[in-house]
């Protein structure tokens, strides 16, 4: 079992900067890839980045490639998300989840925190 539990979010301006983190309870963590996906109004969750479970491999969305970073620190059982370059339609709520790969499917995510709102505005 993980426990997931996101922060970092907020209200920013266009072209400016947050960093949202995961962090995770349970001894298992480092077993499992990480996903970072979002939610907006009226709209799919999509896709954002994922780290492997040792950190050597990530994936990003080509909305977020050259402005996200995901990063893992397996000691403190963290996921960062460092996000760059926000534009309005960056605007949603930010789930991490947990699965067996770092894969962009939402269905191979076993595990889900509750979300962190991120709001950018022009």
């Known amino acids: 079992q993980v426990q997931l539990v996101e922060s970092g979010g907020g209200l920013v301006q266009v072209g400016g900067s947050l960093r949202l983190s995961c962090a995770a309870s349970?001894?298992?963590?480092?077993?499992?890839?990480m996903g970072w996906f979002r939610q907006a109004p009226g709209k799919e969750r999509e896709f954002v980045a994922a780290?492997?479970?040792?950190?050597?491999?990530?994936v990003l969305a080509d909305s977020v490639k050259d402005r996200f970073t995901i990063s893992r620190d397996n000691a403190k059982n963290t996921v960062p998300l460092e996000m760059n370059s926000l534009k309005p339609e960056d605007t949603a709520v930010y789930y991490c989840a947990a699965g067996q790969s770092a894969t962009s499917s939402k269905y191979a995510y076993d595990y889900w925190g509750q979300g962190t709102q991120v709001t950018v505005s022009s």
């Open positions: 780290i492997t479970w040792s950190g050597g491999s990530t």
């Open positions: 349970g001894r298992t963590f480092s077993r499992y890839a």
